[in-house]
Structures are given as structure tokens and as C-alpha cells.
């Protein structure tokens, strides 16, 4: 099992910039994926960044240019800097967490999610 700790959401003017972590613990090896979705009302979860155990990044088209994704291995924690943010940013934000199982599956684990509102 993983658990994963999300902290760094909040309320921003639009133009700022917030900065999320997810924190993971317990059985963590075989980790090969950590990304962030986020899912606004009404909405669809969508993938908005994530990054291999090889370093490769992917970005949603939305926010290419204005978030970063990060990882400390040391922490087991992962980050999403957020800058240049919009009013269409607003949304919870979720932690996934991608694990290599020993039968070649992948499970996935999820954070708890954390509120991002963007004023304009």
C-alpha cells in the first residue's frame, strides 16, 4: 500500500502562483509514474502533468509553459509548480501515483486532492 499526503493548494489572484506536493509513504517501490490530474465541476479528470521513473515529463497542452513538475526521490515527493495561473485553473487537484506490480499491472494510487481557485 502507498499513501499519499497533498498539501499547497489555495485561493490566488489570477497571474500568481501556488506550489502542490504529494508526499508518498509505505510501500513504495516500483513506483514508475507520478503525475498530477485535476478535475473541475462539471468536469472530466484530466491529466495535467506527470513524470517517470526515467525523468520524462508530459504536460497538458492547457498549461505547457506555465506549470512544472518536479520530483524529490530523497522525500518520495512530488511537486507542481504553478505559475501564470488563470481563472480556468480552478479545481481540485489529485495526486496519482503509478506502481509496478509483480505480475507486469500497474495500480493506482490517489491523494486526496487539493483545492486550487484562481480569482480573476
Known amino acids: 500500500q502507498v499513501q499519499l499526503v497533498e498539501s499547497g493548494g489555495g485561493l490566488v489572484q489570477s497571474g500568481g502562483s501556488l506550489r502542490l506536493s504529494c508526499a508518498a509513504s509505505?510501500?513504495?517501490?516500483?513506483?514508475?509514474?507520478m503525475g498530477w490530474y485535476r478535475q473541475a465541476p462539471g468536469k472530466e479528470r484530466e491529466l495535467v502533468a506527470a513524470?517517470?521513473?526515467?525523468?520524462?515529463?508530459n504536460y497538458a497542452d492547457s498549461v505547457k509553459g506555465r506549470f512544472t513538475i518536479s520530483r524529490d526521490n530523497a522525500k518520495n515527493t512530488v511537486y507542481l509548480q504553478m505559475s501564470s495561473l488563470k481563472p480556468e485553473d480552478t479545481a481540485v487537484y489529485y495526486c496519482?501515483?503509478?506502481?509496478?506490480?509483480?505480475?507486469?499491472?500497474?495500480?493506482?494510487?490517489w491523494g486526496q486532492g487539493t483545492q486550487v481557485t484562481v480569482s480573476s
Open positions: 496519482n501515483v503509478r506502481q509496478l506490480r509483480r505480475d507486469a499491472t500497474q495500480y493506482y494510487y
Open positions: 509505505g510501500s513504495i517501490s516500483s513506483i514508475n509514474f
Open positions: 513524470i517517470t521513473s526515467d525523468d520524462s515529463t
